[in-house]
Structure formats: C-alpha cells, structure tokens
C-alpha cells in the first residue's frame, strides 16, 4: 500500500541547532543584567562625620586615647579633659605628628562623639589616628 502523496519515505529530524532565539535570550538577560546590576550595589545612606584620618604608621609605640561610656576621655590610663587632650598627646608624642594614635571608643558611645574627638586630634597637627575594635571570639584561630 502507497502513501497517498509521499511514496514510503519518512521524514529524517532535522539535525541543525537553530542559534537565534538562543541568542535572542541571552540578549535580553544581558539588558536585565546591565539595568539591574547599578541597583544591586548601592548600600545604605549615611550621613557620615567628617575627619582627616590618615593610614596608620608601624614604626612607634602608639599612643591610646579611650572614650568611655559616660564620654570621659583617657589618655593612655590617665583622665584628660577634652580641651587639653591635644597638649597632652603632644607631650606624649614629643612634638612627633607622624607618632601613631589610637582611638578606643566603648560600644554604647555615640559614634559622632568618637569622630569629634579624631578630628580634633588630627586638626592638632596628628596624621596617624586610628580606630581600635575588639575582633569578635569566633574570628581567633
């Protein structure tokens, strides 16, 4: 028995990978990428206070000025008031601008308060102030 209109061949699948909607496809994720990607790195707005802090110099002992809780300042384990914090650190420091310093604020403190009182170290003349953190337990090897 004769198919009507073919004879008795069949139809091979068609071996050919048709690229076009494949590139179609990746054209449009690139355009979702490139759109969405400047939103993904945009952080959280913060008014941050402002201060000329510089990278911390290795070369000295550094000088520790401690801000507790209640806003009292020390120098090293000394009190100092914070109108006299800068001759003190001069002192310490022996007219040495490079000499690095140490900022410890406590956790509860105002952060504010803490840049304050770096820039008023660093309109002093100091150019190595640093903050100091405690390293949480579970980053100790």
């Given at each position: 028995m004769a198919m009507p209109g073919g004879g008795g061949r069949r139809?091979?699948?068609?071996?050919?990978?048709?690229?076009?909607?494949m590139v179609d496809v990746m054209l449009v994720?690139?355009?979702?990428?490139m759109v969405t990607s400047?939103?993904?790195?945009?952080?959280?707005?913060?008014?941050?206070?402002?201060?000329?802090?510089r990278p911390v110099n290795a070369d000295t002992k550094p000088i520790t000025v401690s801000i507790k809780a209640d806003g009292t300042l020390f120098l090293g384990d000394n009190p100092?008031?914070?109108?006299?914090?800068?001759a003190?650190?001069?002192?310490?420091?022996?007219?040495?601008?490079?000499?690095?310093?140490?900022?410890?604020?406590?956790?509860h403190i105002d952060y504010g308060r803490v840049m304050q009182v770096?820039?008023?170290?660093?309109?002093?003349g100091f150019t190595h102030v640093a903050l100091l953190a405690q390293q949480p337990a579970s980053a100790g090897h």
């Open positions: 139809r091979r699948p068609m071996a050919d990978i048709n690229v076009t909607p994720l690139l355009i979702i990428f400047p939103m993904m790195t945009s952080g959280v707005n913060v008014d941050l206070p402002k201060t000329d802090a100092v008031s914070p109108e006299d914090i800068v003190q650190l001069k002192a310490a420091a022996n007219n040495d601008q490079t000499h690095r310093i140490f900022v410890r604020g406590d956790a770096m820039g008023q170290i660093t309109a002093g």
